[in-house]
């Protein structure tokens, strides 16, 4: 069963300073991570998805990394912007799963 | 795009009250998923449905039921409803369940048992 974990559970940057967000799952045998952002009382917005076969994904001030081997993913968010204060989650898929399994999430908040 | 839809966004029931939530995806996506979050917690997944037909138990199934009689729709029933069934309730979507399977949120309904 895959577990996934998220530590720290909440975060607390000045502007402009780089974000580091670290995602730990239990099993390798992972199809894809996805990352995810939620905004107070919002659903789930997909940031980034990372397919086993990828080390890395970006989309503009976001990177996202995998290591299968270390069960680790991490989402670097660039010169961070008040703007990126939410809840983020990693959620990873195991090959002979249909379910996401979600970690808990870290709560960002970039102080102007 | 409108996506995956929930309806209703909030709603507050009396313990032993039923209530179905309802979910739509405009994506043609075959696979469906109910999860609900609690405080603090990761999502956990409450049934799926790999197509129309088709439904199986999650993590935590007990006090839920579904169906998914068209692509469409995959509406989540509470037939007697609990305080412990006060949370928040995500309707998903995807394509598929491989390596490429993105998966797409509702906006959610936000349920307090009573």
Redesign the interface.
């Known amino acids: 069963k895959q577990e996934v974990t998220q530590i720290p559970a909440a975060l607390s940057v000045p502007e402009g300073e780089n974000l580091v967000l670290n995602c730990s799952f239990t099993d390798s045998a992972i199809y894809n991570l996805q990352w995810f952002r939620q905004d107070p009382g919002k659903g789930l917005t997909s940031l980034l998805l990372i397919q086993s076969s990828q080390r890395e994904q970006t989309s503009g001030r976001l990177n996202a990394s995998l290591d299968k081997s270390s069960g680790r993913s991490t989402l670097y968010i660039a010169a961070s912007q008040p703007g990126d204060s939410a809840t983020y989650l990693c959620a990873g898929r195991g090959s002979n799963d249909y379910k996401l399994s979600f970690g808990a999430g870290t709560t960002v908040t970039v102080r102007a | 795009n409108a996506g995956v839809t929930q309806t209703p966004k909030f709603r507050i029931l009396k313990i032993g009250q039923s209530m179905t939530l309802q979910c739509t995806q405009d994506m043609n996506h075959n ?1 469906m ?1 109910w ?1 609900r979050q609690d405080p ?6 409450i049934y ?1 449905s ?1 197509g129309a037909g088709i439904t ?1 138990k ?2 935590v199934p007990n006090g839920y039921n579904v169906s998914r009689s068209t692509t469409e729709d995959f509406p989540l029933r509470l037939e007697l409803a609990a305080p412990s069934q006060t949370s928040v309730y ?1 309707c ?1 979507s995807s394509y598929s ?12 309904t ?1 349920l307090t048992v009573v």
């Open positions: 696979y998923y999860y603090g917690m990761g999502l956990k997944l799926y790999v199986d999650g993590e995500f998903a369940s491989g390596p490429l399977a993105e998966a797409f949120f509702g906006q959610g936000r």
